[in-house]
């Protein structure tokens, strides 16, 4: 008995959690006798119902937790032998499909990808879809934030070392009076010049923009910022590694699924990108190795693919 309950806990470890370990799981389930099964479902109230004729059945929500826990490692193995350009398609039509909540993922494709890239993903968008990238997001975001996301979505920026540092103290001085002095009508994110600047400019004036932006005010642009999708903007353009650091620690300490999700993408597409920086800023931040935050948290295979990930060198 005392075996057949260290095997339970065994059991109900293996299945909570982000992933799921394979390896216990079959190890466990495959030579359990009728009445060791029926010991796991009498310890796990949470994860069966047990009706007036003493049947148990599974509680739908698990059901529905452990499909998705089962599916880690097939979707981050898919989306690792894609294209990059077909792996942002793909992840920009799910972003789209669930709507607001994940914008983000949309910001993130926009801002951290190259001219090449970005172009690359939305030529891959129309093969798959039959339909632009940018029309789809004219067609399907029906907020203030559509204007913004169309036009990061359509750049092609410069990618060259050349500032001109005059322009982007101007520039910086400017948007500080839209961010200081905007009035409660017109929403900062509908502001024609700040979509103009975000959306045209080169990564590396934008950064110069930051700088000056807080020569200015004594505070960053992000920080000053109260929209969520001008912050993650600015964030990606200006910070990535920091920006890509927070997701990572939120997607592990989130339980919702679909923000938790976010620990595949982030390593599968910066994997061969920058991942040393992050791993690098997410230690700073969080006094912890990326590394050991994902083997507390991960299970089973997909820990194990994740970990190989970020231990590549680029």
């Not at 006798?33 to 047990?50: G, Q, Y």
């Not at 910001?107 to 968008?125: N, P, V």
Request: neutral net charge; charged residues 30%.
């Amino acid at each position: 008995m005392a075996l057949i309950n260290q095997e339970v806990a065994a059991l109900t470890t293996a299945l909570s959690g982000i992933g799921i370990d394979e390896k216990s799981v079959i190890s466990i389930l495959g030579k359990w006798e009728p009445n060791e099964r029926e010991s796991f479902r009498d310890a796990n109230a949470n994860f069966f119902v047990k009706d007036e004729r003493n049947f148990h059945k599974w509680n739908d929500h698990w059901v529905r937790f452990l499909k998705h826990e089962f599916m880690r490692i097939k979707n981050a193995v898919v989306l690792r032998a894609m294209h990059p350009w077909e792996r942002d398609a793909r992840l920009a039509k799910e972003a789209l499909k669930k709507g607001p909540q994940a914008y983000g993922v949309l910001i993130e494709i926009a801002c951290s990808r190259s001219s090449d890239q970005l172009l690359g993903a939305r030529k891959a968008y129309h093969a798959l879809f039959d339909h632009s990238f940018e029309e789809e997001l004219a067609t399907h975001v029906p907020t203030n934030e559509r204007k913004l996301l169309v036009a990061l979505a359509s750049a092609y920026r410069y990618e060259g070392p050349k500032v001109k540092e005059e322009d982007a103290e101007h520039e910086a001085q400017e948007i500080f009076k839209v961010v200081k002095k905007n009035g409660p009508n017109k929403p900062i994110i509908e502001n024609d010049e700040i979509i103009r600047i975000l959306s045209t400019r080169s990564k590396l004036h934008i950064q110069a923009i930051y700088k000056y932006y807080h020569k200015i005010s004594g505070s960053y642009l992000d920080e000053d910022l109260e929209d969520v999708r001008l912050k993650e903007t600015v964030q990606c353009f200006c910070a990535p590694h920091t920006y890509f650091a927070k997701v990572l620690e939120g997607a592990m300490r989130s339980e919702d699924k679909n923000i938790n999700k976010a620990l595949t993408r982030v390593i599968v597409t910066r994997a061969e990108i920058d991942m040393p920086k992050i791993k690098e800023e997410f230690q700073k931040l969080y006094g912890a190795s990326l590394s050991e935050k994902i083997a507390d948290v991960a299970k089973g295979n997909y820990k194990d693919f994740l970990l190989a990930l970020i231990a590549r060198e680029k």
